[in-house]
């Protein structure tokens, strides 16, 4: 079956614009987690979604909001574009219930200039 | 809730020489615990998975993992690395009563020629 995919691979932004990333999950996940990763910071949690209610955020600016749509299909949004929004974006899908796994998609790079 | 600790950030091994990347946890209860690779430029995928049962795993592209009670540790090894295997390699129990997956700081394979 078809993996998770993110769109596009690779945005180039300039300071002060929004950006919208999106993931679509593996067929039959609800769940839908995203990370920020830079060299500095390692991974860090954004938020997780689950029928289409936000679950947990992590420790992130208001600038940085996502929704899940009924077909489990999530986007994520920054706002206002700073140059340390620059990173790799991954989305993971899990399935519900049990000891639970996460699936990766390629990845989002963002780079802010 | 479960942490994991990984020992090394870098590990710089020969080629056709065996590694080690170590991992510890700390837990009081059932112990879960995952090795995701991550390839440059890609997002993150399984290696290999304890959930239960015996305690050396085996895992995709030759690494094996030994779950150690006595010592709250979940070594990866290889027993000959290939310049291929040049990543980063993260430790990680389940996703949390949190929703969130409580990643180890990683440790990159560096492959010598």
């Known amino acids: 079956k078809a993996g998770v995919t993110q769109t596009p691979r690779y945005l180039i932004k300039t300071r002060g614009q929004q950006v919208t990333l999106s993931c679509s999950p593996i067929?039959?996940?609800?769940?839908v987690s995203w990370y920020q990763q830079t060299p500095g910071q390692g991974l860090q949690f954004l938020f997780e979604?689950?029928?289409?209610?936000?679950?947990n955020k992590g420790n992130f600016p208001g600038r940085f909001s996502g929704r899940q749509f009924s077909n489990s299909r999530s986007e994520m949004n920054v706002s206002t574009l700073e140059l340390g929004d620059s990173a790799l974006y991954l989305c993971?899908?899990?399935?519900?219930?049990?000891?639970?796994?996460?699936?990766f998609g390629q990845g989002t790079r963002l780079t802010v200039v | 809730a479960q942490s994991v600790t990984q020992l090394d950030s870098q590990v710089p091994v020969f080629e056709e020489a065996p590694v080690e990347l170590r991992c510890n946890y700390s837990?009081?209860?059932?112990?879960?615990l995952f090795w995701y690779v991550q390839y440059p430029n890609q997002g993150l995928q399984l290696l290999l998975k304890?959930?239960?049962?015996s305690t050396l795993v085996k895992g995709i592209n030759g690494f094996e993992a030994e779950f150690n009670k006595s010592q709250t540790s979940f070594h990866l090894r290889k027993p000959s690395v290939h310049i291929s295997d040049t990543a980063e390699y993260f430790c990680?129990?389940?996703?949390?009563?949190?929703?969130?997956?409580?990643w180890g700081a990683g440790t990159k394979l560096i492959i010598k020629p």
């Open positions: 837990s009081s209860v059932s112990v879960y």
């Open positions: 067929s039959g996940h609800r769940s």
């Open positions: 304890y959930l239960s049962g």
């Open positions: 979604y689950f029928s289409e209610t936000q679950r």
């Open positions: 990680a129990p389940p996703m949390d009563s949190n929703y969130q997956l409580i």
């Open positions: 993971a899908s899990s399935r519900v219930g049990g000891v639970v796994e996460a699936f």
